[in-house]
């Protein structure tokens, strides 16, 4: 017996969805390529790698986080600006990267997700090495860059929908936590949420 059947709804990832909408408010166009990691045209379309060239730790949801992340810290001035105005050729942006993991690891803290929207690549041992705090007082010039665009991030103009994507991703992994395997990076869901004092 054969059949045909009309499909008018296709399966996509929850956090996938979440994120998606979340760069779309924010004035974002959102394309897939596998030639590119990560990249911003400084025009309005944000580029990343497709799902079978990322690393097994990776997802879109911490991708699309990450990049959100590095626009806080470049500003305004930065956004129409290819990459941020950011280049990775040489280290004359390693405090402004370094600045965007303080800023990733301090917002994700706060809902516990630290950990499951970790940067990914050789970036991740410096966030490994961050203090619980990742906005405490530190000698690390990386550090004011980061307690301002914390700032921003709390009180500007995004900040209802880093919040709505925030809460919605630690509903979702907090949820799944129970039936993930040791293996799974759901699995990674912190039980206690560490709000920073630096409001």
């Not at 992340?69 to 600006?81: M, T």
């Not at 994700?108 to 705090?133: C, H, I, K, S």
Request: net charge negative; charged share 25%; hydrophobic share 35%.
């Amino acid at each position: 017996m054969s059949y045909e059947r009309e499909i008018n709804k296709c399966y996509q990832d929850p956090l996938d969805i979440i994120w998606t909408e979340t760069v779309r408010k924010m004035g974002m166009t959102l394309i897939r390529s596998n030639e590119v990691f990560a990249s911003w045209d400084g025009k309005g379309t944000l580029t990343i790698g497709s799902p079978e060239d990322l690393d097994p730790d990776d997802s879109l949801a911490q991708m699309l986080f990450h990049e959100i992340c590095h626009a806080l810290i470049q500003g305004p001035e930065g956004w129409s600006q290819e990459n941020w105005g950011l280049t990775n050729t040489d280290g004359r942006d390693l405090v402004r990267e370094h600045a965007c993991i303080r800023l990733q690891a301090a917002l994700g803290a706060q809902y516990g997700l630290r950990d499951f929207l970790a940067v990914t690549t050789e970036w991740r041992a410096y966030q490994d090495n961050l203090p619980p705090d990742p906005l405490d007082e530190s000698d690390d010039p990386a550090l004011p860059l980061a307690q301002e665009a914390y700032h921003e991030a709390l009180n500007g103009r995004w900040s209802s929908l880093l919040q709505e994507a925030l809460t919605a991703t630690q509903t979702i992994v907090e949820t799944t936590a129970s039936f993930a395997s040791a293996e799974s990076l759901f699995s990674s869901s912190e039980d206690q949420r560490q709000p920073s004092t630096h409001m």
